[in-house]
Nanobody, 119 residues
Framework: QVQLVESGGGLVQAGGSLRLSCAAS????????MGWFRQAPGKEREFVAN????????HYADSVKGRFTISKDNARNTVYLQMNSLKFEDTAVYYC????????????WGQGTPVTVSS
């Protein structure tokens, strides 16, 4: 089992920045591929970014490319999502997710942290 706890969400003005954190426990962090997803009101959950175990290669949704950065600290078992140049349409609940390598099928999910961007 993997437990994921997100933090860092909140209210920010358009153009501002936030950094989300996700602390993982229950399994060796080095055995996990990590990702961030989001769900806006009335919409389905969508992929935001992921990071691969080992080489730390990353992949982003087109909607956040160039504005968001995913990173991780293996010593702290924590993955981050740095969000810059936030837009109103980034408003959503953001979820951290984990997949057992080598898969990117995310089986473990956090409880979510809300991000609200005011226009």
């Amino acid at each position: 089992q993997v437990q994921l706890v997100e933090s860092g969400g909140g209210l920010v003005q358009a153009g501002g920045s936030l950094r989300l954190s996700c602390a993982a426990s229950g399994r060796t962090f080095s055995s996990l591929n990590m990702g961030w997803f989001r769900q806006a009101p009335g919409k389905e959950r969508e992929f935001v970014a992921n990071i691969r175990r080992g080489d730390d290669s990353t992949h982003y949704a087109d909607s956040v490319k160039g504005r968001f950065t995913i990173s991780k600290d293996n010593a702290r078992n924590t993955v981050y999502l740095q969000m810059n140049s936030l837009k109103f349409e980034d408003t959503a609940v953001y979820y951290c997710a984990a997949a057992l390598v080598p898969s990117f099928t995310f089986r473990y999910w956090g409880q979510g942290t809300p991000v609200t961007v005011s226009s």
